[in-house]
Nanobody
Framework: QVQLVESGGGLVQAGGSLRLSCAASGRTFSSAAVAWFRQAPGKERDFVAA?????????????GYADSVKGRFTISRDNDKNTVYLQMNSLKPEDTAVYYC???????????????????WGQGTQVTVSS
């Protein structure tokens, strides 16, 4: 059975950094499309970042980001650890939310932005950015 386990959330001051981790079990992450979504209290779930499967030619591997996080967030993966990361720099109070790791097997060759594309969800990890 597929399971996604997230870690790395916490409290940070505005302008600081956090790195979220998403470890997969049950399947090899290299063949999956993976993304991060976030949801603030009383708000809709928003797309953050996505990455294509890694078992394809290097030139076909791409990432995609929401406009609100471009230049500040970076999604990446470590196949040896079966883990996907979200590096978050220059954090702002409006980044405060529960962050979810999502995945689908098999992945495609482009980053998917719609939540309906993903079959598996992590439990979520809280990120709080103070002013």
């Amino acid at each position: 059975q597929v399971q996604l386990v997230e870690s790395g959330g916490g409290l940070v001051q505005a302008g600081g950094s956090l790195r979220l981790s998403c470890a997969a079990s049950g399947r090899t992450f290299s063949s999956a499309a993976v993304a991060w979504f976030r949801q603030a209290p009383g708000k809709e779930r928003d797309f953050v970042a996505a990455i294509t499967r890694s078992d394809i030619p290097r030139s076909d591997r791409t990432t995609g980001y929401a406009d609100s996080v471009k230049g500040r967030f970076t999604i990446s993966r470590d196949n040896d650890k079966n883990t996907v990361y979200l590096q978050m720099n220059s954090l702002k109070p409006e980044d405060t939310a529960v962050y979810y790791c999502v995945a689908t097997w098999p992945g495609g060759t482009w980053p998917l932005r719609g939540s309906y594309n993903y079959d598996y969800w992590g439990q979520g990890t809280q990120v709080t950015v103070s002013s």
